[in-house]
């Protein structure tokens, strides 16, 4: 470990060494040491289109040469006013405005406050919210507390601000009791604004596909049952599409495969193509009259030094423009997942086997606990670069989450590759 470097999510002692990475190309990442081996989760699932695309990289080193940063208060620029344009345009409704910020924890951030707030300006003091068990919003403080407790808030769960959590109903393939799951989930939420109305802000969940969670799904109908819940109850429906958005899910974002338009909406991660730190929070033209007031108290009091980044616009513009153009491809990734994953679907250690759109997932059945802190996690990313992947199982859940490029064969071959993987590092001792 490099002497001046503090890695993430990183433990200090006993960790191997960090592979040191030269290069990137397509799927491909290129080690110091000359080995290859494929981008198999999309860099922490930010990389859309594969490194070092040429497009990307051309319109930054283009923007670079215009205007790299200026200040956004009392000041605009063209990239931002496109960006703004593009992602209302791809929105359902009338999800409008669009508010710059820099990660997919702020952009969360900015959801919570502006939810807070949007509900004190038309007079009300509302707090709560509820969110789901196994949920992650990101590691800043409020994100955290809108996220499930875990060991990673712990230390500074006595911080945190009080979130009523339900459970999420993750389904897989051949899931019988899944119908009944959500109407008990919704009966739970149901009970909770009935009891007490003008408590909760809103609710807070990632739509179709919790991520850090475990890569657990959801269908597209308690999506739209939890919708309708929101509705009648009159909260806020804030979905964080920090990992989902820019057709992770199959369709641009999970609202629009779900039919459901939010209240709100978060997006990072996919919105540069993983080229540059930015992201957004959108919300409906209805949030945003509630501060349009001459009264100070009434303003949004937030913003970044970074806020709507030139070069991040520049990079998010060439990136929704590729992606408006991979929407069959993504369609054709989800089949070819069908159709690969079949070839664990039998095995005697797989349960839970699940795709959405470009994410496919499954557990792998240990003698140790199901979760995060499963050892196999270790195994495998111990290995998987001598099989030539890039892979980072969150405990016992395997998943592939490919850049978008990556072909047929290629996709076939990262199946093979991790079945050896299993065979070989998991099955025989
Ligand atoms: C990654 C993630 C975040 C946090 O985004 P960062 O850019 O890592 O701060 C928030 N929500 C979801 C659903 C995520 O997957």
């Known amino acids: 470990m490099h002497r001046n470097v503090w890695y993430p999510f990183t433990k200090v002692k006993n960790n191997p060494e960090p592979l040191k990475v030269k290069s990137g190309k397509g799927i491909w990442l290129e080690l110091e040491d000359g080995r290859k081996i494929i981008d198999c989760i999309s860099s922490w699932w930010v990389n859309i289109h594969g490194h070092a695309h040429p497009e990307i990289s051309k319109a930054i080193s283009t923007q ?22 593009t992602l209302a345009r791809l929105l359902p409704g009338d999800l409008n405005r669009v508010f710059f910020s820099d990660n997919g924890s702020t952009a969360v951030e900015v959801a919570l406050k502006m939810g807070i707030q949007y509900w004190q300006n038309r007079g009300e003091k509302r707090q709560k919210f509820i969110a789901f068990n196994n949920s992650y919003h990101g590691d800043t403080f409020g994100a955290m507390s809108a996220g499930s407790r875990t060991i990673f808030s712990d230390v500074f769960s006595s911080h945190l601000f009080d979130v009523d959590f339900v459970d999420y109903p993750s389904t897989w393939q051949g899931d019988k009791t899944v119908a009944e799951k959500e109407d008990r989930i919704i009966e739970q939420i149901e009970k909770l604004l009935e009891v007490s109305p003008g408590e909760y802000v809103g609710i807070i969940i990632e739509p179709l596909v919790q991520g850090a969670g475990g890569m657990n799904m959801c269908r597209e109908e308690f999506l739209q049952k939890l919708h309708w819940v929101n509705r009648q109850y009159d909260t806020l429906l804030i979905f ?30 996919g919105l540069t193509g993983g080229f540059l730190p930015l992201s957004v929070t959108v919300c409906r033209d209805e949030i945003f009259d509630t501060f349009n007031s001459d009264d100070p108290m009434k303003t949004f009091w937030h913003g970044h030094s ?11 513009l060439a990136t929704l423009k590729l992606l408006e153009k991979s929407q069959d491809r993504i369609k054709e990734i989800e089949n070819k997942h069908k159709e ?60 592939l989450m490919p850049p978008y490029c990556i072909t047929d064969s290629e996709l076939a071959d990262v199946y093979q590759k991790l079945n050896l993987l299993i065979m070989d590092k998991l099955m025989n001792n």
């Open 340 to 399: 690969l994953i079949s070839m664990f679907t039998e095995k005697k250690y797989v349960k839970n086997v699940r795709i959405t759109g470009t994410i496919a997932a499954f557990d792998l059945i240990t003698k140790d606990k199901d979760g995060y802190l499963n050892p196999v996690s270790d195994t495998v990313k111990k290995y998987c670069v001598d099989y030539g992947l890039l892979m980072r199982p969150l405990g016992n859940t395997i998943y």
């Open 306 to 316: 970074y806020t709507a980044n030139p070069l991040g616009c520049a990079a998010a």
């Open 240 to 269: 964080d599409e920090v990992m989902t958005g820019f057709g992770r899910t199959g369709e641009l974002f999970a609202c629009r495969r779900a039919q459901v338009q939010p209240d709100m909406i978060c997006l990072a991660k």
């Open 64 to 85: 670079a040469e215009t205007l790299e940063h200026v200040i956004f208060s009392n000041f605009t620029h063209q990239p931002a006013e496109d960006v703004a344009e």
